[in-house]
């Protein structure tokens, strides 16, 4: 079945940077967009970044957008999500999300915490 797994969260000071990471498997990882997610405490989910299966094109609201970067390595099969200048308000459990056979799968999530 579907696996996504995070890692490389962390505390960061603001401004800071921070790179994630997450492994695929149990599917064809080439096939399909990925994207990551977050959640800050009392808040919804929110999407955060989305790439192509082939990484040619990405997207990102505007509350990341200049900040976030998302990638992807298909011969690795992961996905990653490079953070750059972090703000207090980017603290959240950041999720990495596939739609995978008409279901969606959720990795466990990683903690990312951006104070001083």
């Known amino acids: 079945q579907v696996r996504l797994v995070e890692s490389g969260g962390g505390l960061v000071q603001p401004g800071g940077s921070l790179r994630l990471s997450c492994a695929a498997s149990g599917f064809t990882f080439s096939n399909y967009p990925m994207s990551w997610y977050r959640q800050a405490p009392g808040k919804e989910r929110e999407f955060v970044a989305t790439i192509s299966n082939t990484g040619g094109s990405t997207n990102y609201p505007d509350s990341v957008k200049g900040r976030f970067t998302i990638s992807r390595d298909n011969a690795k099969n992961t996905v990653g999500l490079q953070m750059n200048s972090l703000k207090p308000e980017d603290t959240a459990v950041y999720y990495c999300?596939?739609?995978?056979?008409?279901?969606?799968?959720w990795g466990q999530g990683t903690q990312v915490t951006v104070s001083s």
């Open positions: 999300y596939a739609y995978v056979s008409r279901k969606s799968s």
